[in-house]
């Protein structure tokens, strides 16, 4: 058993002691949630051999600010028009963005063109107390993770030497070098916090980022190169947000997508392929991604923002920039059947003349048999039935409490310091006459099938006392593969 499973049951004994007799009804309810999600995670364990996991690409330093602090230590007033812009040239966009995902609390990343701005923005930061520099970037957190759940990790990215010392001893890094990494600012805030007339629904974080290497995808050259002794189990491809509306030369972006989709083609069958989502607004981008990244992955991650927007897209309809940030456990069932159904329809398409299956070497992509997607209040998966990911009702419990271990920041769970914001049930369609199934806390995953796969859906025990909503997805998702391979 791992220390902090340990310590997360010790965190249940005590809370069941010390707890005051008004309370004890819900802390009862949210101690066995917790303790039976403890289990479901520890059912299953890691083979005596690390898996070995390829992760890329690219990387930065993430300064990690209050978000409010930050607009009000560079002078910079709430705006009364909040507004969407796919990147940001000026002050005044800035304020408009940050307002207009600052009071649903939805997460969102945006490119600065403007590099006076951006440093503005950096040297504003450093002067902040509390600030927080450490390593971030999709691939490099996902990294992090998997390297702590006991997996041996090829990363590909560019760092500093001072960043890459600190990695972890079961990380590899292939890449460039580089002096001055790029940097990400994550400027977090808490619900309820306010901000002029604004106040947040909940916690999360608004990104911005000027990046030079990232968007060129520097180390898939070199990652590609020790790809092909490193043998892995699993391959992971995040980060391609960094791409999303930057300035490149016609052809240029296309070009470094068919190189990237090259490389994921030339995989073994044998070696799952998982593309994590992010935040895109660029809508060349996504078709790009469509047609050159997404049909060679057989797994797909990503949150309660990015499945209506990959949705709206396959449908053919334009980008959805904001949706609901706390949808129900129906709707996003019913979003990821349908984007189940599509992907593989066009696999099947693309395959139509061809007597392939879907794991043979000439087959045109790959089709889809894993979905995670991870929300605020529960996490949902669908596997194919009969695919190579296995454990999935531990896989998604591991998801849920990763959840709560990242944003709290720590590995033991406090039950004093977490809420249910799940619903005591749930429908498992939006379809009239559909099936409730109730959270029953000695059971609190809840697995049924339906066509061809399985449906997990497990609740989170929400962190009321906030750390870091930064790297949330990409710690979730990570601990769900771990488990799965």
């Not at 079961?170 to 619900?191: F, K, M, Q, R, W």
């Not at 590609?224 to 391959?235: C, G, M, N, T």
């Not at 066009?346 to 045109?364: I, Q």
């Not at 296995?390 to 990242?406: D, F, Q």
Request: net charge negative; aromatic share 8%; charged share 20%.
């Amino acid at each position: 058993m791992k220390y902090g499973t340990a310590a997360s049951l010790a965190m249940v004994l005590l809370a069941y002691w010390f707890r005051s007799p008004g309370e004890s009804g819900l802390d009862d309810r949210l101690d066995t949630v917790l303790s039976s999600l403890l289990r479901a995670e520890s059912k299953v364990g890691m083979n005596n051999a690390r898996p070995r996991v390829a992760i890329g690409l690219g990387g930065c330093v993430d300064v990690i600010v209050d978000g409010v602090t930050l607009l009000n230590k560079i002078g910079l007033p709430p705006t009364g028009q909040p507004l969407h812009h796919d990147y940001i040239e000026n002050a005044d966009q800035l304020a408009q963005s940050f307002a207009y995902f600052f009071a649903p609390g939805a997460a969102s990343e945006r490119f600065v063109m403007n590099d006076t701005l951006f440093s503005q923005l950096v040297e504003a930061s450093r002067e902040l107390p509390g600030n927080r520099w450490v390593i971030g970037g999709n691939a490099p957190v996902m990294a992090g993770r998997m390297a702590t759940e006991g997996c041996d990790v090829l990363l590909g990215g560019s760092f500093s030497p001072d960043f890459a010392d600190v990695l972890s001893q079961h990380i590899t890094v292939a890449g460039n070098v580089v002096e001055e990494p790029d940097i990400h600012l994550i400027l977090e805030y808490p619900s309820g916090a306010t901000w002029g007339q604004y106040t947040a629904r909940r916690a999360n974080r608004y990104i911005v980022h000027s990046d030079d290497h990232n968007p060129y995808l520097a180390s898939l050259q070199d990652f590609a190169v020790k790809l092909q002794d490193f043998h892995p189990d699993l391959l992971v491809v995040g980060g391609l947000q960094m791409m999303d509306s930057f300035p490149f030369q016609q052809g240029e972006r296309e070009a470094l997508l068919s190189r990237l989709g090259s490389l994921l083609s030339s995989s073994s069958p044998r070696t799952g392929v998982h593309f994590e989502m992010a935040s895109f607004v660029d809508e060349g981008l996504m078709g790009d991604l469509l047609r050159l990244v997404l049909p060679h992955a057989d797994s797909l991650g990503m949150n309660e923002q990015e499945l209506p927007n990959l949705l709206s897209l396959l449908r053919g309809s334009n980008i959805t920039v904001l949706s609901d940030p706390n949808p129900r456990v129906a709707t996003v069932l019913d979003q990821m059947r349908a984007l189940y159904r599509l992907v593989n329809q066009r696999y099947r398409d693309a395959n139509e003349d061809s007597d392939v299956g879907a794991y043979a070497t000439s087959a045109k992509g790959r089709l889809l048999t894993r979905l995670h997607v991870h929300t605020l209040a529960f996490q949902a998966m669908i596997v194919t039935r009969g695919s190579q990911w296995k454990n999935t009702m531990s896989a998604v419990a591991k998801a849920s409490l990763t959840a709560n271990r990242h944003v709290c920041g720590s590995p033991d769970i406090d039950p004093s310091k977490a809420r249910l914001i799940m619903d005591e049930s749930f429908s498992v369609s939006n379809q009239e006459g559909s099936q409730r199934i109730p959270l029953e806390e000695t059971r609190p995953v809840s697995c049924w099938d339906e066509d061809d796969y399985e449906i997990c859906v497990a609740p989170v025990l929400v962190c009321t006392e906030v750390y870091q909503t930064a790297g949330g997805g990409d710690n979730i998702s990570a601990a769900g593969l771990v488990l799965q391979i």
